[in-house]
């Protein structure tokens, strides 16, 4: 009986032995372990606050499938975009009015100035569409160029002190093309800008 129980005594403290074994590699791996999700979460966290800022100064997605300015969204994105820039002129373009006029989307996200004679000229009324998106007082302006294109900029600001039959340099996002009223009947195509 002294052998079984020697045995059995040695069987236990064997098994305690294992045990701790076993605690004492748990605790390690699972300081180990504990350590490395920190790694792995503060790169995670700084792979999220890297794409996050790749979203920030990702280029915005222009509506290329729809010409028309009053159906595409192209406004929204252009309101964003001028409201990230103080002087729009500081970055504007010369482009050919005609080709602008034919193709719209291979100009978008870039700041054109177009120069001719204003042949219409209103201040928005301030619950207007034109007006809210715009972040407030706006007006809108009819500018026919010298090459028989015309554009029609929606400004956000104060028309000021602007009148039919002067000359008036303009610049903006052009956001698509706009059907616009001829006089004599007719709805002529304009290209549509967004500035101010």
């Not at 748990?26 to 995670?44: C, G, I, L, Y």
């Not at 039919?164 to 706009?178: D, K, N, S, W």
Request: charged share 20%; proline share 4%.
């Amino acid at each position: 009986m002294t052998f079984k129980k020697g045995v059995l005594g040695l069987v236990g403290f064997l098994a305690i032995v294992g045990l701790l074994g076993s605690f004492s590699s748990d605790d390690n791996s699972s300081s180990s372990s504990s350590s490395k999700p920190a790694v792995s979460t503060s790169s995670s966290s700084s792979s999220s606050s890297s794409t996050k800022k790749q979203q920030e100064t990702k280029a915005p997605k222009w509506n290329t499938k729809e010409a028309d300015a009053t159906k595409n969204g192209n406004w929204q994105i252009a309101v964003k975009e001028m409201n990230k820039v103080d002087d729009l002129k500081s970055i504007a373009e010369t482009a050919d009015p005609s080709s602008v006029l034919k193709a719209p989307w291979n100009y978008y996200g870039k700041v054109l100035t177009f120069t001719g004679t204003v042949s219409d000229i209103k201040e928005n009324p301030p619950d207007s569409e034109s007006a809210k998106r715009l972040g407030g007082s706006s007006y809108s302006v009819v500018v026919n160029l010298e090459n028989d294109v015309t554009v029609q900029g929606e400004m956000a600001g104060s028309s000021g002190n602007i009148k039919e039959g002067q000359q008036l340099t303009i610049c903006g996002y052009p956001v698509g093309t706009i059907e616009g009223n001829n006089t004599m009947g007719g709805h002529p195509v304009y290209i549509c800008i967004v500035g101010k």
